[in-house]
């Protein structure tokens, strides 16, 4: 299949008023394509497909049917978040699938970190088919793909290889087969940040820092555990407080916490207590290819290990990443 390119002609999206001038395009574009037909779209809650959601609601309104997969790989609050502002605020078709039990015990057991993404992505595609089954008459699937997107395919079309399987939802089963819609696709990030504030999405989901695919499965290192992933949780969501109390997630481009499966000795209450270290990761990049570690000030992460070691039981440790991209990735698996 041909990969179409960005027009040479077509302006950079940076204000207001460019928005919604793409906004009005692209509405009477989607319903020149969709006509009378439903849409379905895979809304992750992350900022593409969210602004997929907001501009095929303003678009074809019922029409679209967004399927939310909860894996259980979530952050803290994150599936409620999509529930509220999507199902209640706007008003969409939306269905919630808790999809927990599903991933988790199949993900039972497996510590090999390619294998754990090859079985996320694929269960994200069972579990999206297995709804899309259940639903009449849509003809259309959206997606959230975004231009870099479409630059990654050109550099592996011409047998560049990646160093991690990213997962979307590509690749559904052959008995499902839809016409694509993609309006983002000649996007860069900051052009669909500015779309999505058009569009009046929160401005904390549209400027919400990246979040893989997989999710808390590749921070929740080696095979997981349900009580080491709510440990991870609850730490990470610590870390997310305190960064926006002290105004560094507005400076730091990625920041979360890793949980490694292994324990340390610790003391707590006078007794032996055995946890494991929540590893914090902070960086900034331009493109993610490369990465450079923040400066944290040490008041911040004083207050970060006193909460974490406190309040989220089973870690009983707090350690800094300090490494850059090359050579550690960004995410630990
Ligand atoms: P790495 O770990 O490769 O990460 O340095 C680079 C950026 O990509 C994000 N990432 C993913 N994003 N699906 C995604 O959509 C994935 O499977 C995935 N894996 C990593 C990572 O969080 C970082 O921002």
Same mark, same amino acid.
């Given at each position: 299949?041909?990969?179409?390119?960005?027009?040479?002609?077509?302006?950079?999206?940076?204000?207001? +008023?460019?928005?919604?001038?793409?906004?009005?395009?692209?509405?009477? +574009?989607?319903?020149?394509?969709?006509?009378?037909?439903?849409?379905?779209?895979?809304?992750?809650?992350?900022?593409?497909?969210? @602004?997929?959601?907001?501009? !095929?609601?303003?678009?074809?309104?019922?029409?679209? @049917?967004?399927? %939310?997969?909860? %894996?259980?790989?979530?952050?803290?609050?994150?599936?409620?978040?999509?529930?509220?502002?999507?199902?209640?605020?706007?008003?969409?078709?939306?269905?919630?699938?808790?999809?927990?039990?599903?991933?988790?015990?199949?993900?039972?057991?497996?510590?090999?970190?390619?294998?754990?993404?090859?079985?996320?992505?694929?269960?994200?595609?069972?579990?999206?088919?297995?709804?899309?089954?259940?639903?009449?008459?849509?003809?259309?699937?959206?997606?959230?793909?975004?231009?870099?997107?479409?630059?990654?395919?050109?550099?592996?079309?011409?047998?560049?290889?990646?160093?991690?399987? %990213?997962?979307?939802?590509?690749?559904?089963?052959?008995?499902?087969?839809? +016409? !694509?819609? /993609?309006?983002?696709?000649?996007?860069?990030?900051?052009?669909?940040?500015?779309?999505?504030?058009?569009?009046?999405?929160? %401005?904390?989901? @549209?400027?919400?820092?990246?979040?893989?695919?997989?999710?808390?499965?590749?921070?929740?290192?080696?095979?997981?555990?349900?009580?080491?992933?709510?440990?991870?949780?609850?730490?990470?969501?610590?870390?997310?407080?305190e960064f926006?109390i002290c105004g560094l997630?507005?400076?730091?481009?990625?920041?979360?916490?890793?949980?490694?499966?292994?324990?340390?000795?610790?003391?707590?209450?006078?007794?032996?207590?055995?946890?494991?270290?929540?590893?914090?990761?902070? @960086?900034?990049?331009?493109?993610?290819?490369?990465?450079?570690?923040?400066e944290i000030p040490y008041a911040v992460l004083h207050k970060i290990v006193a909460r974490?070691?406190?309040?989220? /039981?089973?870690?009983?440790?707090v350690?800094m990443?300090?490494?850059?991209?090359?050579?550690?990735?960004? /995410?630990? +698996?």
């Amino acid at each position: 299949m041909e990969i179409q390119r960005r027009p040479e002609t077509m302006e950079r999206i940076t204000t207001k +008023e460019l928005a919604d001038k793409f906004i009005a395009e692209q509405v009477s +574009e989607i319903q020149k394509q969709v006509g009378t037909n439903k849409v379905l779209l895979a809304l992750s809650g992350g900022v593409d497909s969210s @602004v997929v959601a907001a501009l !095929l609601i303003k678009a074809i309104g019922k029409q679209l @049917v967004c399927v %939310h997969v909860n %894996h259980g790989l979530m952050r803290k609050n994150e599936s409620e978040d999509v529930v509220r502002i999507f199902g209640e605020e706007l008003d969409a078709n939306l269905i919630y699938v808790d999809a927990t039990d599903r991933f988790l015990d199949l993900l039972a057991g497996v510590a090999e970190p390619e294998k754990k993404r090859k079985i996320i992505g694929a269960e994200f595609i069972n579990v999206f088919a297995d709804e899309a089954r259940k639903l009449e008459g849509v003809t259309f699937l959206a997606q959230g793909t975004i231009y870099p997107d479409i630059l990654e395919s050109i550099k592996q079309a011409e047998g560049k290889q990646a160093v991690k399987s %990213h997962h979307n939802v590509g690749g559904l089963p052959e008995d499902l087969q839809f +016409e !694509l819609c /993609e309006p983002l696709k000649f996007l860069y990030k900051d052009e669909v940040r500015v779309v999505g504030e058009a569009l009046g999405l929160p %401005h904390a989901m @549209v400027y919400r820092q990246p979040f893989p695919g997989p999710g808390l499965g590749v921070r929740c290192l080696g095979a997981i555990t349900r009580d080491r992933l709510h440990a991870l949780r609850e730490a990470d969501a610590i870390l997310r407080e305190e960064f926006d109390i002290c105004g560094l997630s507005e400076k730091v481009w990625q920041y979360f916490i890793a949980v490694p499966d292994i324990k340390s000795v610790g003391v707590k209450n006078e007794s032996r207590y055995e946890g494991w270290p929540a590893i914090i990761r902070a @960086v900034n990049t331009k493109d993610a290819m490369t990465a450079t570690v923040e400066e944290i000030p040490y008041a911040v992460l004083h207050k970060i290990v006193a909460r974490i070691t406190n309040e989220v /039981e089973g870690i009983n440790r707090v350690l800094m990443d300090l490494t850059p991209k090359p050579v550690g990735t960004i /995410e630990w +698996e």
